[in-house]
C-alpha cells in the first residue's frame, strides 16, 4: 500500500509541476489532443498505460517495493 501512495505522491507532483510551470503548454497539447480523432487518442492512451506498467515492472526487477 505504500508503494501505491508513493506513486500516486510522485504523478501528483509531476502533473502539478506542469500545470505550474507551463500552463500554456498545457493547454496547447489539451488543443491538439481535441483535434485528434477519438481512436488516436485511445491509441495514445493505452500507448502510456502499457508504458507505464513497463516501468512499474522494470523497477520492481530492480528492486523497488
Known sequence: MST????LGLVMIIEGLAYALAPSLIERMLEVLRALPENAVRQIG???????????WLAFQLGAG
Request: a neutral charge; proline letters at 0%.
Open 4 to 7: 501505491l501512495l508513493l506513486a
Open 46 to 56: 493505452l500507448l502510456v498505460v502499457v508504458s507505464g506498467l513497463l516501468l512499474v
